[in-house]
């Protein structure tokens, strides 16, 4: 019986997340109530109640389970062999692009200061990506700011590849940021 009751409860979060990427198609997080929220859903508010507070509580839960996803990606990728710095970022984007109107809802209205850009930029597969790349740089202080310029670069150049759909696979998109990080922008020519 518990196992039954643990699909209903996955049931009911899947349903309430995929009525609310509907419903932030059309409007603000801040402007979707929980009645409409749930009668989108098909569930009683009183079942909403046992599972979230409000709307944004729904929207945390989509955003800490794509980080979660991101993670096990990027650990996948690099089983068994030491991943370069573009192909982690054409791993990133990889999925970025598998889900990409999701993250386009998410990255519409989201800049640096948002919670799930937050949560992308310092989670643990950026975090290793930098200790790797600036493992040369032999001031703590120097690596720290160097890696914010980076993560933000990217944070913001995957944006805008998203939003404006630029034609650029992830394969590209990794060899661009590479580029960049390694090299500077005075060398790129596509």
Known sequence: MKKKENQRILLTKRLLKESLLKLMEEKDIRKITVSELCGMAGINR???????????????????????????VCIRAEAGERCTLERRVETLCTYILKNKEMFRLFLKSSDTDSSFASSLMNAAHVRLIYDRTLSHEPCEDSRRLIATFLTNGAYFMIRQWVLEDIPKTPREMGELFRQIATQGWGDIST
Request: with cysteine; hydrophobic share 30%.
């Open 46 to 72: 009183s079942t909403f109640y046992n599972h979230y507070g409000c709307p944004t509580d729904v929207l945390l839960d989509i955003e800490q389970g794509i980080i979660r996803d991101l993670e096990e």
